[in-house]
Protein backbone atom coordinates (compact mmCIF):
# COMPACT_ATOMS: atom_id res chain seq x y z
CA UNK A 1 0.00 0.00 0.00
CA UNK A 2 1.64 3.50 -1.36
CA UNK A 3 1.95 5.10 1.70
CA UNK A 4 1.75 8.91 -0.29
CA UNK A 5 0.72 9.11 -3.53
CA UNK A 6 0.09 11.65 -6.52
CA UNK A 7 -1.73 12.05 -9.43
CA UNK A 8 -1.01 11.85 -12.22
CA UNK A 9 2.42 10.71 -12.16
CA UNK A 10 2.92 12.92 -15.94
CA UNK A 11 1.35 16.00 -16.82
CA UNK A 12 2.04 17.34 -20.24
CA UNK A 13 -0.06 20.48 -20.76
CA UNK A 14 -0.44 24.07 -23.02
CA UNK A 15 0.73 27.33 -21.63
CA UNK A 16 -2.33 29.43 -20.45
CA UNK A 17 -4.04 25.81 -19.38
CA UNK A 18 -5.10 25.61 -15.69
CA UNK A 19 -4.41 21.73 -14.41
CA UNK A 20 -4.41 20.30 -10.84
CA UNK A 21 -1.91 17.57 -9.40
CA UNK A 22 -3.86 15.47 -6.40
CA UNK A 23 -1.87 14.32 -2.98
CA UNK A 24 -3.02 11.30 -0.48
CA UNK A 25 -1.46 9.86 2.31
CA UNK A 26 -2.36 7.19 4.45
CA UNK A 27 -0.14 7.38 7.44
CA UNK A 28 -2.28 9.50 9.56
CA UNK A 29 -0.04 12.06 9.63
CA UNK A 30 -0.84 15.64 10.28
CA UNK A 31 1.19 17.91 7.83
CA UNK A 32 1.37 18.09 4.80
CA UNK A 33 3.89 19.64 1.76
CA UNK A 34 4.54 20.50 -1.58
CA UNK A 35 8.27 20.73 -2.88
CA UNK A 36 8.84 21.89 -6.35
CA UNK A 37 12.06 20.13 -8.27
CA UNK A 38 13.38 22.57 -10.93
CA UNK A 39 15.33 22.17 -13.77
CA UNK A 40 18.55 22.71 -11.37
CA UNK A 41 17.93 20.23 -9.28
CA UNK A 42 16.62 21.74 -6.16
CA UNK A 43 13.97 20.46 -4.16
CA UNK A 44 12.10 23.62 -2.83
CA UNK A 45 9.55 23.80 -0.50
CA UNK A 46 6.27 25.42 -1.72
CA UNK A 47 3.69 24.89 1.26
CA UNK A 48 2.88 23.31 4.15
CA UNK A 49 -0.41 22.57 5.40
CA UNK A 50 -1.01 21.25 9.35
CA UNK A 51 -4.17 19.78 10.42
CA UNK A 52 -5.58 21.63 6.95
CA UNK A 53 -4.16 24.95 7.88
CA UNK A 54 -1.64 26.55 6.08
CA UNK A 55 1.72 26.66 7.86
CA UNK A 56 4.16 27.59 5.25
CA UNK A 57 3.42 29.50 2.30
CA UNK A 58 7.19 30.29 0.16
CA UNK A 59 7.31 32.81 -2.17
CA UNK A 60 5.38 31.10 -5.23
CA UNK A 61 3.42 33.03 -7.56
CA UNK A 62 -0.46 33.38 -6.31
CA UNK A 63 -1.32 31.40 -9.48
CA UNK A 64 -0.28 28.19 -7.22
CA UNK A 65 -3.01 27.15 -5.15
CA UNK A 66 -3.31 24.74 -2.60
CA UNK A 67 -6.20 22.82 -1.20
CA UNK A 68 -6.48 20.21 1.48
CA UNK A 69 -9.64 19.11 2.39
CA UNK A 70 -9.21 17.03 5.07
CA UNK A 71 -5.93 15.59 6.68
CA UNK A 72 -5.19 13.16 4.26
CA UNK A 73 -5.12 15.26 1.25
CA UNK A 74 -2.93 18.31 -0.45
CA UNK A 75 -3.88 19.29 -3.62
CA UNK A 76 -1.96 21.63 -5.81
CA UNK A 77 -4.15 23.88 -8.49
CA UNK A 78 -1.87 25.72 -10.69
CA UNK A 79 -3.76 28.61 -13.00
CA UNK A 80 -2.65 30.21 -16.19
CA UNK A 81 0.44 27.73 -16.61
CA UNK A 82 3.89 28.90 -17.84
CA UNK A 83 6.59 27.45 -19.22
CA UNK A 84 8.70 27.82 -16.22
CA UNK A 85 6.24 25.74 -14.20
CA UNK A 86 7.68 22.86 -16.12
CA UNK A 87 9.46 20.75 -12.81
CA UNK A 88 8.83 17.81 -10.86
CA UNK A 89 6.65 18.29 -8.36
CA UNK A 90 6.79 16.50 -5.19
CA UNK A 91 3.91 15.79 -2.53
CA UNK A 92 5.05 14.61 1.65
CA UNK A 93 3.98 14.09 4.64
CA UNK A 94 4.84 13.74 8.15
CA UNK A 95 3.35 13.31 11.74
CA UNK A 96 4.55 17.10 12.84
CA UNK A 97 6.05 20.20 11.74
CA UNK A 98 9.33 19.41 13.66
CA UNK A 99 12.67 18.51 12.21
CA UNK A 100 12.86 15.15 13.63
CA UNK A 101 9.29 14.35 12.10
CA UNK A 102 10.52 12.12 8.98
CA UNK A 103 9.05 13.88 5.59
CA UNK A 104 7.90 10.88 3.42
CA UNK A 105 7.75 11.88 -0.45
CA UNK A 106 5.81 10.82 -2.86
CA UNK A 107 6.57 9.51 -6.38
CA UNK A 108 6.44 13.12 -7.89
CA UNK A 109 4.68 14.50 -11.34
CA UNK A 110 6.55 15.27 -13.86
CA UNK A 111 4.73 18.49 -15.06
CA UNK A 112 5.48 19.60 -18.50
CA UNK A 113 4.19 22.96 -20.14
CA UNK A 114 4.49 23.22 -23.98
CA UNK B 1 20.91 32.41 -2.60
CA UNK B 2 20.97 28.28 -2.36
CA UNK B 3 21.71 27.56 1.83
CA UNK B 4 22.76 24.53 1.40
CA UNK B 5 25.43 23.15 -1.32
CA UNK B 6 26.47 19.75 -2.43
CA UNK B 7 29.56 20.98 -4.75
CA UNK B 8 29.88 17.53 -6.70
CA UNK B 9 27.17 16.70 -9.00
CA UNK B 10 28.61 12.76 -9.21
CA UNK B 11 30.66 10.46 -7.57
CA UNK B 12 31.75 6.99 -8.89
CA UNK B 13 33.42 4.28 -6.54
CA UNK B 14 34.00 0.21 -6.68
CA UNK B 15 31.84 -1.74 -4.67
CA UNK B 16 33.43 -2.16 -1.26
CA UNK B 17 35.08 0.82 -1.04
CA UNK B 18 34.06 4.18 1.00
CA UNK B 19 31.91 6.54 -0.81
CA UNK B 20 31.82 10.27 1.06
CA UNK B 21 29.81 12.58 0.32
CA UNK B 22 29.93 16.38 0.68
CA UNK B 23 27.33 19.15 1.89
CA UNK B 24 27.96 22.71 2.94
CA UNK B 25 25.09 25.45 4.53
CA UNK B 26 25.29 28.60 5.03
CA UNK B 27 23.03 29.64 7.02
CA UNK B 28 23.96 29.28 11.03
CA UNK B 29 20.36 29.21 11.64
CA UNK B 30 20.29 25.42 11.01
CA UNK B 31 20.36 22.67 13.72
CA UNK B 32 19.33 19.71 12.37
CA UNK B 33 20.54 17.61 9.23
CA UNK B 34 19.21 15.00 7.33
CA UNK B 35 20.49 13.33 4.57
CA UNK B 36 18.15 11.89 1.38
CA UNK B 37 18.02 9.07 -0.87
CA UNK B 38 16.36 8.77 -4.14
CA UNK B 39 15.81 6.07 -6.78
CA UNK B 40 14.90 7.25 -10.43
CA UNK B 41 10.94 7.76 -10.65
CA UNK B 42 10.73 7.79 -7.14
CA UNK B 43 10.64 10.37 -4.30
CA UNK B 44 13.41 11.06 -1.72
CA UNK B 45 13.28 8.63 1.49
CA UNK B 46 15.03 9.76 4.37
CA UNK B 47 18.56 7.72 5.35
CA UNK B 48 19.95 9.53 8.40
CA UNK B 49 19.95 12.65 10.40
CA UNK B 50 22.09 14.27 12.86
CA UNK B 51 21.63 17.26 15.61
CA UNK B 52 23.77 19.81 15.64
CA UNK B 53 24.83 19.11 19.48
CA UNK B 54 26.35 16.03 17.85
CA UNK B 55 29.24 15.43 15.35
CA UNK B 56 28.69 12.01 14.35
CA UNK B 57 25.92 9.73 14.13
CA UNK B 58 26.33 6.21 12.94
CA UNK B 59 23.60 3.78 11.48
CA UNK B 60 24.95 0.57 9.95
CA UNK B 61 27.00 1.27 6.97
CA UNK B 62 26.10 5.03 6.88
CA UNK B 63 27.54 7.45 9.11
CA UNK B 64 26.83 10.94 9.19
CA UNK B 65 29.78 13.88 10.24
CA UNK B 66 29.54 17.27 11.06
CA UNK B 67 31.91 20.08 11.21
CA UNK B 68 29.52 23.29 12.87
CA UNK B 69 32.53 25.89 12.85
CA UNK B 70 33.00 24.63 8.85
CA UNK B 71 29.72 24.89 8.33
CA UNK B 72 29.93 21.50 6.74
CA UNK B 73 28.48 17.56 6.66
CA UNK B 74 29.29 14.57 5.49
CA UNK B 75 27.80 10.72 4.59
CA UNK B 76 30.20 7.94 4.90
CA UNK B 77 28.52 4.80 3.10
CA UNK B 78 31.14 1.67 4.09
CA UNK B 79 31.04 -0.77 2.37
CA UNK B 80 29.45 0.75 -0.94
CA UNK B 81 27.34 -1.59 -2.87
CA UNK B 82 25.75 -1.36 -6.31
CA UNK B 83 22.27 -0.83 -4.51
CA UNK B 84 23.41 2.43 -3.09
CA UNK B 85 23.78 3.89 -6.60
CA UNK B 86 20.55 6.83 -6.03
CA UNK B 87 20.94 10.00 -5.83
CA UNK B 88 21.62 11.57 -2.41
CA UNK B 89 20.07 15.08 -1.01
CA UNK B 90 21.47 16.63 1.45
CA UNK B 91 18.45 18.82 3.62
CA UNK B 92 18.66 21.35 6.26
CA UNK B 93 16.18 22.36 9.15
CA UNK B 94 15.89 24.16 12.52
CA UNK B 95 14.01 24.41 15.97
CA UNK B 96 12.94 27.35 15.31
CA UNK B 97 13.33 30.72 13.49
CA UNK B 98 12.13 31.01 9.21
CA UNK B 99 13.72 27.32 8.99
CA UNK B 100 11.54 25.83 11.64
CA UNK B 101 8.70 22.97 9.59
CA UNK B 102 10.52 23.09 6.50
CA UNK B 103 13.45 21.44 4.90
CA UNK B 104 16.42 23.42 2.67
CA UNK B 105 17.56 21.02 0.10
CA UNK B 106 21.01 20.66 -1.82
CA UNK B 107 21.01 19.91 -5.58
CA UNK B 108 21.94 16.25 -4.74
CA UNK B 109 25.20 14.14 -5.48
CA UNK B 110 24.61 11.20 -7.77
CA UNK B 111 26.47 8.29 -6.36
CA UNK B 112 27.18 5.21 -8.73
CA UNK B 113 28.95 2.22 -6.94
CA UNK B 114 30.52 -0.09 -9.39
CA UNK B 115 30.23 -4.14 -8.92
Known amino acids: DTAVSQTPKYLVTQMGNDKSIKCEQNLGHDTMYWYKQDSKKFLKIMFSYNNKELIINETVPNRFSPKSPDKAHLNLHINSLELGDSAVYFC?????????????FGPGTRLTVL | DQQVKQNSPSLSVQEGRISILNCDYT??????FLWYKKYPAEGPTFLIS?????DKNEDGRFTVFLNKSAKHLSLHIVPSQPGDSAVYFC??????????????FGQGTILTVHP
Open chain 1, 92 to 104: ASSQGQGPTDTQY
Open chain 2, 50 to 54: ISSIK
Open chain 2, 91 to 104: AASAWGGTSYGKLT
Open chain 2, 27 to 32: NSMFDY
